[in-house]
């Protein structure tokens, strides 16, 4: 189905250009385009709890050392993406700095574009 087709390719475009390129960079200015403003960002790491509203979220981005100019590494593998008419399920490896994060990141097609509504995070010890 071409349509579906299309909606991966714009799925994987919202990852690639603004998600990672936008942690990756501290970039909150990316990070802003492909979050929905009521965004929430929610997990745990190292098994505390985490919960942050998208501002939360992006004050902390933007006031950390970004993972470019830390030197650790870092790099974001795609897993897998469901998508459901107006809606997707993104599920990602990230290894920044000492973490490797699993996370779930739902989308929601917002006036023809795709935004992250919520994501969900765990630290892996690998």
């Known amino acids: 189905m ?6 991966l390719a714009a799925i994987t475009y919202a990852l690639e250009d603004f998600y990672l390129k936008g942690i990756y960079k501290g970039d909150v200015d990316r990070l802003r385009k492909v979050y929905h403003p009521n965004a929430l960002v929610l ?5 505390v709890p985490y ?3 998208l501002e939360q979220y992006l004050d902390g981005v933007k006031n950390r050392q970004s993972v470019k100019n830390s030197g650790k590494p870092f790099k974001g593998t795609l897993i ?5 008419n107006s809606i997707a399920v993104v599920k990602l490896h990230v290894k920044m700095y000492d973490f490797n ?4 990141l739902s989308f929601h097609r917002v006036n023809g574009q795709w935004l992250i509504v919520n ?4 630290n892996v010890i690998k």
């Open 101 to 104: 994060y699993d996370e779930f």
């Open 80 to 84: 897998s993406i469901d998508i459901i």
């Open 2 to 7: 071409d349509n579906n087709r299309d909606e």
């Open 119 to 122: 994501k969900m995070l765990t």
């Open 51 to 53: 919960a942050k509203t």
């Open 43 to 47: 997990g745990d790491v190292n098994g």
